[in-house]
């Protein structure tokens, strides 16, 4: 297979922001992740002053910052964005089919060689004239054609993956609702009792020496298990609570486990069931209580007083039933996507060796 000049396929556009009334859509590099874009709106006059490339559809923009694979196609319904400097914005050349260069964008061949060609003291990017010493496998449109249907086909049977499990996620949290209610409104009429009636949320170093029992256990800090170290123990299972950086985020602990003093943990259940727990702080949304005007810190005194919902523990275990059962499908299903992905891979590598 024949390589050419990236020239060949697209040219880089370079078509500047005029000055316009009311608001318009801006795309940073930042929103854009994966297919998903988070635009923002701005005025002309208060405009970031990166904020000052226009598109239009089946252009391609391409992030030029070393390992950061973000890639676009523009279509009718992005069309109208105006987009950061920090992308390339590329017009797709006769001959060139716009969904092959997409996945050829995205794809490590491409990837490979704009990290190498990247340059700049602080922070790596490629420039215009490094991005035109890249090649790019040279293909009859057809053998384009024919490519893009066969990747386009494995990328569909991703994307269907991610959504069942988008759904089954849903489906978990209807199921919570349909049999509890909304925490926060009571909806369900049940018994209000104080917060620490159904959880005693504490920090990691208040723990009393005699709840600590010496050994090799998780680690846990705000974002979750990191670590082992031979230290004491919280006896488990529980919820660990983000109380800054992650801040009110639950996570369900399975284990024995030491959370740092960057945490609270659940001391007591209180008889409570933890998986009902960890759900019932999610909706519970701890993070309405918080204080500090540099960084932001969970107060568990803004929330101990709440009067929260008192739940029958029986309600709680069988929700506990279904959440397992959805644990295993949920696991399937991410070796299923697992697969598909390695799948996908493979063909691209394929694609861009002439193996396809």
Same mark, same amino acid.
């Given at each position: ?11 880089? &556009? ?19 992740? &994966? ?16 904020? *000052? ?12 910052? &070393? ?7 523009? *279509? ?84 269907? /993956? ?93 284990? *024995? ?27 519970? *949304?701890?993070?309405?209580?918080? /204080? ?16 929260? +919902?008192?739940? +029958? ?44």
């Amino acid at each position: 297979m024949k390589n050419v000049s990236i020239t060949k396929a697209v040219k880089i &556009k370079n078509q500047r922001v005029k000055s316009f009334d009311g608001e318009k859509e801006y795309l940073a590099t930042g929103g854009l992740i &994966k297919d998903k874009i988070k635009t923002e709106t701005i005025k002309y006059n208060t405009k970031p002053s990166r904020a *000052d490339l226009l598109v239009s559809k089946n252009q391609l923009i391409v992030a030029r910052m &070393k390992g950061t694979n973000k890639v676009l196609l523009i *279509d009718k319904n992005s069309s109208d964005l105006i987009v950061s400097t920090g992308f390339l914005v590329l017009e797709v050349q006769e001959g060139w089919h716009p969904r092959f260069l997409f996945h050829y964008f995205v794809s490590t061949h491409f990837q490979d060689q704009k990290d190498k060609l990247s340059i700049g003291a602080t922070q790596k990017a490629i420039n215009n004239t490094k991005f035109k010493e890249i090649l790019i496998p040279e293909l009859s449109f057809e053998d384009q054609k024919r490519i893009v249907k066969i990747l386009d086909e494995a990328d569909r049977l991703r994307q269907k /993956r991610k959504q069942a499990m988008g759904l089954l996620d849903d489906y978990l949290k209807s199921v919570f609702l349909e049999m509890f209610g909304d925490p926060i409104t009571n909806s369900k009429k049940w018994s209000l009792v104080k917060f620490t009636d159904i959880i005693v949320m504490r920090r990691g170093f208040d723990l009393p020496k005699q709840d600590r029992v010496a050994g090799d256990f998780p680690l846990v800090a705000s974002n979750g298990i990191v670590d082992r170290i031979s230290l004491s123990k919280v006896n488990g299972p529980g919820v660990v609570t983000g109380r800054s950086g992650t801040l009110g985020s639950v996570q369900l602990i399975e284990e *024995d486990y030491w959370p740092l003093n960057t945490s609270l943990y659940s001391q007591k259940l209180n008889g409570n069931n933890p998986v009902y727990l960890k759900f019932f702080l999610d909706y519970f *949304d701890l993070k309405r209580f918080t /204080r500090g005007a540099g960084v932001p810190t969970l107060n568990r005194n803004l929330f101990h007083s709440e009067l929260v +919902p008192k739940v +029958p523990v029986e309600l709680q275990n069988k929700f506990e039933t279904i959440y397992r059962k959805y644990t295993l499908l949920k696991r399937t299903m991410l070796i299923q996507l697992t697969d598909l992905e390695i799948l996908f891979q493979s063909l691209i590598q394929k694609a861009f060796k002439g193996g396809l």
